[in-house]
């Protein structure tokens, strides 16, 4: 498995504002990815957390996606770890 790729501070912020802002949340620390899943800013890279989550690429690298911020999305851990072949594959959504 390939190491990822180390993202700074103003790249993660540019890729977090790709997350959808839920009216009545405060939008700096809780937003929800592209599957609804709920993620907070704070749990960056930490699988530990429903909350966590990963910068995704919506084109995989292998398959001729590129680093660039247009390529690159903010998705729960667990939805990116259930992509397969590429394709997403929502496991994780919210209720509220």
Do not use: F
Not at 5 to 16: A, D, G
Not at 44 to 62: F, K, M, T
Not at 64 to 84: E, F, M, Y
Request: with cysteine.
């Amino acid at each position: 498995m390939t190491k990822p790729r180390p993202y700074t501070h103003q790249e993660l912020s540019l890729i977090w504002n790709k997350a959808v802002i839920v009216p009545g949340v405060n939008p700096t620390i809780r937003r929800k990815d592209i599957c609804g899943a709920w993620i907070d800013w704070t749990a960056y890279g930490n699988r530990q957390s429903s909350v966590g989550w990963e910068v995704d690429h919506a084109i995989a690298i292998a398959n001729g996606g590129a680093h660039h911020i247009n390529n690159v999305r903010p998705l729960q851990w667990q939805n990116n770890c259930k992509k397969s072949d590429g394709s997403l594959v929502c496991a994780i959504t919210a209720w509220r």
